[in-house]
Protein backbone atom coordinates (compact mmCIF):
# COMPACT_ATOMS: atom_id res chain seq x y z
CA UNK A 1 0.00 0.00 0.00
CA UNK A 2 1.21 2.96 -0.86
CA UNK A 3 0.57 6.10 1.30
CA UNK A 4 0.81 9.72 0.50
CA UNK A 5 1.62 11.96 3.59
CA UNK A 6 0.33 15.64 3.23
CA UNK A 7 0.94 17.75 6.70
CA UNK A 8 0.61 21.42 8.18
CA UNK A 9 -1.17 22.94 4.27
CA UNK A 10 -1.96 25.96 6.19
CA UNK A 11 -4.18 27.28 3.42
CA UNK A 12 -1.44 27.21 1.19
CA UNK A 13 -3.70 26.18 -2.03
CA UNK A 14 -1.03 26.82 -4.86
CA UNK A 15 1.53 24.44 -2.17
CA UNK A 16 -1.15 22.00 -1.91
CA UNK A 17 -1.96 21.55 -5.61
CA UNK A 18 1.66 21.42 -6.56
CA UNK A 19 1.83 18.93 -4.19
CA UNK A 20 -0.84 16.68 -6.04
CA UNK A 21 0.51 17.17 -9.06
CA UNK A 22 4.10 15.81 -8.27
CA UNK A 23 3.16 12.94 -6.39
CA UNK A 24 4.04 9.58 -7.59
CA UNK A 25 1.03 7.35 -7.35
CA UNK A 26 -0.61 6.50 -4.00
CA UNK A 27 -3.54 4.53 -2.76
CA UNK A 28 -4.64 6.82 -0.34
CA UNK A 29 -3.33 10.10 1.26
CA UNK A 30 -3.49 10.95 4.71
CA UNK A 31 -3.55 13.99 5.83
CA UNK A 32 -1.68 15.16 9.08
CA UNK A 33 -3.63 18.52 10.38
CA UNK A 34 -3.25 21.97 10.23
CA UNK A 35 -4.95 22.52 7.36
CA UNK A 36 -6.10 26.28 7.59
CA UNK A 37 -4.00 28.47 9.83
CA UNK A 38 -1.73 31.58 8.43
CA UNK A 39 -2.52 31.39 4.03
CA UNK A 40 -5.07 32.50 2.11
CA UNK A 41 -6.79 30.14 0.73
CA UNK A 42 -8.80 28.06 3.93
CA UNK A 43 -11.86 27.56 2.07
CA UNK A 44 -10.15 26.01 -0.92
CA UNK A 45 -7.69 23.99 0.73
CA UNK A 46 -10.45 22.26 3.06
CA UNK A 47 -12.24 21.80 -0.38
CA UNK A 48 -9.40 19.86 -2.14
CA UNK A 49 -8.47 18.16 0.81
CA UNK A 50 -11.46 16.56 1.50
CA UNK A 51 -12.23 15.88 -2.52
CA UNK A 52 -8.71 13.90 -2.66
CA UNK A 53 -8.75 11.99 0.67
CA UNK A 54 -10.63 10.03 3.20
CA UNK A 55 -8.57 10.24 6.25
CA UNK A 56 -7.65 13.20 8.15
CA UNK A 57 -6.37 14.07 11.59
CA UNK A 58 -6.70 17.34 13.27
CA UNK A 59 -4.22 19.94 13.95
CA UNK A 60 -3.83 22.67 16.71
CA UNK A 61 -4.04 25.42 13.94
CA UNK A 62 -7.76 23.92 12.42
CA UNK A 63 -8.83 23.70 16.21
CA UNK A 64 -8.06 27.46 16.77
CA UNK A 65 -10.11 28.00 13.68
CA UNK A 66 -12.90 26.75 14.42
CA UNK A 67 -13.43 28.03 18.12
CA UNK A 68 -11.60 24.08 20.15
CA UNK A 69 -9.15 25.76 21.50
CA UNK A 70 -8.21 29.34 23.24
CA UNK A 71 -5.73 31.54 21.30
CA UNK A 72 -4.22 32.32 24.56
CA UNK A 73 -1.26 30.34 23.34
CA UNK A 74 -0.74 31.20 19.82
CA UNK A 75 1.54 34.47 18.95
CA UNK A 76 -0.34 37.23 18.07
CA UNK A 77 0.61 36.73 14.10
CA UNK A 78 -0.68 33.26 14.49
CA UNK A 79 -3.83 34.39 16.71
CA UNK A 80 -4.71 37.01 13.93
CA UNK A 81 -4.93 34.22 11.54
CA UNK A 82 -7.08 32.19 13.09
CA UNK A 83 -9.68 34.91 13.47
CA UNK A 84 -9.71 35.76 10.09
CA UNK A 85 -9.67 32.01 8.89
CA UNK A 86 -12.54 31.85 10.94
CA UNK A 87 -14.30 35.03 9.60
CA UNK A 88 -13.76 33.07 5.83
CA UNK A 89 -14.92 29.36 6.57
CA UNK A 90 -18.17 28.53 4.92
CA UNK A 91 -20.67 27.13 7.38
CA UNK A 92 -20.03 23.80 5.59
CA UNK A 93 -15.97 23.44 5.97
CA UNK A 94 -16.45 24.79 9.52
CA UNK A 95 -18.75 22.04 10.96
CA UNK A 96 -16.45 19.31 8.63
CA UNK A 97 -13.30 20.90 10.25
CA UNK A 98 -14.98 20.84 13.91
CA UNK A 99 -15.81 16.88 13.14
CA UNK A 100 -11.98 16.05 12.54
CA UNK A 101 -10.73 13.50 15.44
CA UNK A 102 -7.52 14.27 17.06
CA UNK A 103 -4.98 11.35 16.67
CA UNK A 104 -4.22 8.47 16.34
CA UNK A 105 -5.50 7.83 13.21
CA UNK A 106 -5.28 4.52 11.25
CA UNK A 107 -6.00 3.36 8.17
CA UNK A 108 -7.69 -0.02 6.72
CA UNK A 109 -5.40 -3.18 6.56
CA UNK A 110 -2.25 -0.91 7.15
CA UNK A 111 -0.83 -2.77 10.84
CA UNK A 112 1.64 -0.89 12.53
CA UNK A 113 1.16 2.55 11.68
CA UNK A 114 -0.68 5.67 13.23
CA UNK A 115 -1.02 9.11 12.40
CA UNK A 116 -1.20 11.33 14.57
CA UNK A 117 -0.81 15.92 14.34
CA UNK A 118 1.41 16.18 17.29
CA UNK A 119 3.13 13.15 19.15
CA UNK A 120 1.28 9.63 19.45
CA UNK A 121 0.84 10.36 23.25
CA UNK A 122 -0.34 14.37 23.00
CA UNK A 123 -2.07 15.83 19.74
CA UNK A 124 -0.23 19.34 20.72
CA UNK A 125 3.68 17.93 21.83
CA UNK A 126 6.12 19.21 19.53
CA UNK A 127 8.70 16.28 18.66
CA UNK A 128 11.53 19.08 17.26
CA UNK A 129 15.01 16.83 18.54
CA UNK A 130 16.69 14.06 19.23
CA UNK A 131 15.64 14.42 23.08
CA UNK A 132 12.02 14.74 22.64
CA UNK A 133 12.11 12.10 20.20
CA UNK A 134 13.88 9.37 22.50
CA UNK A 135 10.95 10.40 25.51
CA UNK A 136 8.02 9.42 23.09
CA UNK A 137 9.45 6.28 21.60
CA UNK A 138 9.99 4.93 24.73
CA UNK A 139 6.26 5.52 24.95
CA UNK A 140 5.68 4.06 21.69
CA UNK A 141 4.30 0.55 20.94
CA UNK A 142 3.42 1.24 17.00
CA UNK A 143 6.92 0.19 15.23
CA UNK A 144 6.13 3.83 12.78
CA UNK A 145 4.48 7.40 13.75
CA UNK A 146 3.38 9.40 11.36
CA UNK A 147 3.73 12.97 12.80
CA UNK A 148 3.24 16.56 11.58
CA UNK A 149 3.42 20.21 13.71
CA UNK A 150 6.98 20.94 13.94
CA UNK A 151 6.90 21.44 9.98
CA UNK A 152 10.26 19.73 10.07
CA UNK A 153 11.04 16.75 7.45
CA UNK A 154 12.90 13.67 8.50
CA UNK A 155 12.57 11.05 10.85
CA UNK A 156 13.66 9.93 14.25
CA UNK A 157 14.19 6.27 15.36
CA UNK A 158 14.66 3.79 18.22
CA UNK A 159 18.04 2.77 16.51
CA UNK A 160 20.85 4.30 18.66
CA UNK A 161 23.07 3.87 15.80
CA UNK A 162 20.96 5.88 13.32
CA UNK A 163 18.92 8.05 15.60
CA UNK A 164 18.01 11.07 13.29
CA UNK A 165 17.24 11.23 9.32
CA UNK A 166 17.20 13.79 7.74
CA UNK A 167 16.96 13.93 3.91
CA UNK A 168 19.43 14.70 1.71
CA UNK A 169 18.96 17.57 -1.29
CA UNK A 170 21.45 19.20 -3.79
CA UNK A 171 19.36 22.36 -4.64
CA UNK A 172 16.94 24.60 -3.98
CA UNK A 173 15.37 25.07 -7.22
CA UNK A 174 13.80 21.75 -8.68
CA UNK A 175 11.78 18.44 -7.46
CA UNK A 176 14.30 15.98 -5.54
CA UNK A 177 13.40 13.18 -3.53
CA UNK A 178 14.88 11.85 -1.14
CA UNK A 179 14.44 7.93 0.51
CA UNK A 180 14.16 6.48 3.88
CA UNK A 181 14.51 2.66 4.23
CA UNK A 182 12.78 1.33 7.57
CA UNK A 183 14.10 -1.57 9.44
CA UNK A 184 11.86 -4.27 11.07
CA UNK A 185 12.12 -3.92 14.86
CA UNK A 186 13.19 -0.26 15.01
CA UNK A 187 10.22 2.16 16.00
CA UNK A 188 10.20 5.54 13.79
CA UNK A 189 8.68 9.08 14.32
CA UNK A 190 8.13 10.74 10.37
CA UNK A 191 7.58 14.29 9.76
CA UNK A 192 6.96 14.05 6.05
CA UNK A 193 7.29 17.88 6.08
CA UNK A 194 4.74 20.74 5.75
CA UNK A 195 3.11 21.16 2.43
CA UNK A 196 2.44 24.85 3.06
CA UNK A 197 4.68 26.67 5.45
CA UNK A 198 8.40 24.78 5.71
CA UNK A 199 10.74 25.95 8.40
CA UNK A 200 13.86 24.64 7.88
CA UNK A 201 14.96 26.84 5.45
CA UNK A 202 14.20 25.49 2.09
CA UNK A 203 11.23 27.34 0.64
CA UNK A 204 9.85 24.31 -1.12
CA UNK A 205 6.32 22.57 -0.46
CA UNK A 206 7.28 19.11 1.41
CA UNK A 207 5.28 15.92 1.30
CA UNK A 208 6.43 11.92 1.71
CA UNK A 209 5.04 8.98 0.14
CA UNK A 210 5.33 5.61 2.27
CA UNK A 211 5.28 2.32 0.69
CA UNK A 212 4.67 -0.80 2.99
CA UNK A 213 5.57 -3.38 1.03
CA UNK A 214 9.01 -1.63 0.40
CA UNK A 215 9.04 -0.23 3.77
CA UNK A 216 10.53 2.72 2.06
CA UNK A 217 9.90 6.82 2.82
CA UNK A 218 10.41 8.98 -0.05
CA UNK A 219 10.46 12.77 1.22
CA UNK A 220 9.96 15.10 -1.27
CA UNK A 221 10.66 19.28 -1.85
CA UNK A 222 9.23 20.79 -4.98
CA UNK A 223 8.92 24.56 -6.12
CA UNK A 224 5.41 25.94 -6.38
CA UNK A 225 3.79 29.25 -7.62
CA UNK A 226 5.12 30.93 -4.42
CA UNK A 227 4.29 34.84 -5.53
CA UNK A 228 0.54 33.69 -5.96
CA UNK A 229 0.83 31.99 -2.40
CA UNK A 230 2.15 35.28 -1.06
CA UNK A 231 0.06 37.61 -3.03
CA UNK A 232 -3.26 36.13 -1.33
CA UNK A 233 -1.65 36.80 1.89
CA UNK A 234 -1.02 40.85 0.98
CA UNK A 235 -4.48 40.69 -0.55
CA UNK A 236 -6.11 39.54 2.29
CA UNK A 237 -4.25 42.28 4.81
CA UNK A 238 -3.07 39.34 6.44
CA UNK A 239 0.49 40.14 8.25
CA UNK A 240 3.25 40.83 5.59
CA UNK A 241 5.30 38.62 7.77
CA UNK A 242 3.04 35.33 7.01
CA UNK A 243 3.74 36.12 3.17
CA UNK A 244 7.50 36.86 3.64
CA UNK A 245 8.33 33.33 5.86
CA UNK A 246 7.13 31.53 2.94
CA UNK A 247 10.20 32.64 0.83
CA UNK A 248 12.62 31.90 3.37
CA UNK A 249 11.39 28.63 4.73
CA UNK A 250 10.95 29.96 8.22
ZN1 LIG B 1 1.37 23.60 11.57
Redesign the pocket.
Known amino acids: MRILLL ?2 I ?1 SNLEALEACLAASPPYDHIVNL ?2 MV ?1 YGGSPNEVVELSRASGKYFVR ?3 DKAAVGLMELRDFNPIAGLAALWTREQLTPENMAWLQSLPAGPVYVENLDGVQFVHGSPRDEDEYVVNEEDAVMVLEDVDTPVSFI ?2 T ?1 LQGSFSSDAAHPIFHPQYNSIAKHESSDLKLDTGTRYLINPG ?1 VG ?1 PRDGDWRSGFALYDSDTQVVSFHRLPYDLRKAQDRIINANLPQRLATRLAAGK
Open positions: SDHGDGGNHGHHSQ
